[in-house]
């Protein structure tokens, strides 16, 4: 794997450890527990959110593979089956791993297409790294305001 490639590879499985690690121990509550009903996503749905969006942006657009996604129900997800969501990560980390596997140079330089814009098949894969960098600020702050929550109703 290419130097450049390795890094991204490296990065985005250190991001998916630590939304691991903001799971869990979570109980189910804790996990679809929004913390404005209309204006924030729980944990659980950022967590698929982000399954969805490296689909798209790493599988598709730079890998060329077929996905089928449905975006709004990602923030619909409930944690039903954190199994499920488990295995699905093991799944996409091992499919992003042959793409970047694959990477040279020049395909980095590539020009990948979402279908209205063009980008590099690098910036690509570094949206990615910032969209995960993003939600799992988003779902550091949920767990410790439900924390926080749980903590302030057991004072009562």
Known sequence: ???????????????RARIWALLDGASRDALDWHPTPDA????????AHCLGAERRWIHQIVGGRAIV????AEFRALAENLATLQTTYAEVAIQTERILNEATLDTL?????????SYAARWCI??????????????????QLWENRAARLNEI
Do not use: C
């Open 126 to 143: 570094l949206h990615i790294v910032e969209h995960y960098s993003e939600h799992l600020g988003q779902m550091a702050l949920t767990r």
């Open 69 to 72: 996604r449905d975006r709004d």
């Open 40 to 47: 924030s996503n729980s944990i659980y749905a950022l967590a």
């Open 109 to 117: 330089s590539e020009a990948k297409s979402d279908g209205k814009n």
């Open 1 to 15: 794997m290419l130097p450049e490639a390795q890094t991204y590879a490296d990065v985005l499985r250190a991001a």
